[in-house]
């Protein structure tokens, strides 16, 4: 498959990179992972096969031999070889056929997978391209223009699609949910207040990293302390007062208190939010939310493809 145009930002990723933080290497990985496992699963691969992250759209690509594919995530017009054809299901394509995305209008990333996944060496036991540490991908960069990603000769396989009532709502404004973290009671009663009852703002300053939100200041009583590793979803807190969320491409250590960290299965919904958009939050327990991710998980195997 010959890349055409990457668009804003194209990057190959698997699952990530689990389990180097020893050695100083993110995670890296699909910011949604939801919609990329079920790019994959329309493809009829494996969960962990290499798929496109494509941010905001105005991707365009050109197959140069037949196979099937799957685009899922951020909603945009989908054209291939001019005419229009739909996201969440298994398509068709043969050598020669062009397909073009447009730009996102609700959400901003998007997943393009491929039957067999992408044929691209894995470094440190991934393909999940991060650029600030030049690993993964084709050169360990983004994809540019004229760059070929190899595919696998695989016979079709049945055409399916994800039913309408299975798949995200980006324009979901619900609160992100936190568990408040060991450094959570270095922010005052009034901070934490402010925090939870406040309305942020998505900054210019998101990206794979992390998101930088505007909104009420909250200060820690630490003034300094030593690094420490970050989890995913980790809210640290500056001396402005500002928070960021952090994300897939996070450093592995800082040194800024915490008030906690988002769940997962929120940061994924936070990953398709653009500058501008408004975002909450509201606490729970550690118990809660290992309920909640049960539950999820258990809604998410009982969803059945519909056959085309």
Partial sequence: MKILQPGVLSLVQDL???????????????????????????????????VIEISIGGFSAEFTQKTQIAITGATVDVKLNGKPVSMWETLDVNAGDVLKL??????????????GGFNVEAQFGSTATVVRENLGGLSGKALIKGDVLTLHNTDFKARVAMPEQHRPDYADSSPLRVVLGYQADSFSRLDKTRFFHGEYTVSERMDRMGYRLTGPECHSSVSSMLSEGISHGAIQVP??????????????IGGY????????????????????????????????????????????????????
């Fill in 16 to 50: 990530g990179r689990i389990g180097k933080h020893r050695i100083g290497l993110t995670v890296g990985g699909p910011m949604d992972p939801f919609a990329f496992r079920w790019a994959n699963r329309l493809c009829h691969n494996q969960d962990n096969e290499s």
């Fill in 102 to 115: 447009g730009f996102a209008s609700q959400g901003c990333r998007l997943y393009l997978a491929v039957l």
């Fill in 257 to 308: 208190p915490k008030l906690g960290s988002v769940m997962s299965i929120d940061t994924a919904r936070l990953a398709q939010m653009t500058q501008g958009k408004k975002v909450y939050f509201t606490p729970v327990t550690v118990e809660e939310a290992h309920a909640i991710n049960v539950l999820a998980r258990r809604k998410e195997a009982r969803i059945e493809l519909a056959s085309l």
């Fill in 239 to 252: 001396p402005d007062g500002q928070p960021i969320v952090l994300l897939n491409d996070r450093q592995t």
